[in-house]
């Protein structure tokens, strides 16, 4: 009868994160992460006027908007909302695009 010799246990985390790493998902994990997150990077006064609703595999992060007055300001402010929703980490987002609210 063969002997087997295991390692050291491996934590549930890493081996979701391995497996995630090698099906290609943790980038995408990590595009998904904004939408959650957007309070916290955009503040509350964005925020208050803002709804992300998805990310693409290439990058674009959709977010409806309340007003078309508030859809103008923001396009303005695009540069600094992409460095705050970008910072700290690889960029997880190449472009967003703003939709009026219905």
Do not use: C, H
Not at 7 to 17: A, E, H, I, Q, Y
Not at 57 to 79: C, H, I, K, Y
Not at 80 to 86: C, F, G, L, S, Y
């Amino acid at each position: 009868m063969t002997t087997r010799r295991y390692g050291k246990p491996t934590s549930l985390g890493d081996v979701l994160r391995n497996y995630l790493a090698k099906a290609g998902l943790g980038r995408r994990l990590a595009q998904a992460q904004v939408i959650p997150d957007w309070p916290r990077l955009v503040g509350p006064q964005i925020a208050a006027v803002t709804q992300p609703e998805s990310v693409t595999p290439d990058g674009t992060l959709f977010v409806r908007v309340a007003t078309s007055a508030w859809m103008n300001e923001l396009q303005l402010m695009g540069p600094q909302i992409m460095t705050a929703v970008n910072a700290g980490a690889a960029p997880r987002i190449k472009t967003i695009r703003w939709l009026l609210s219905r």
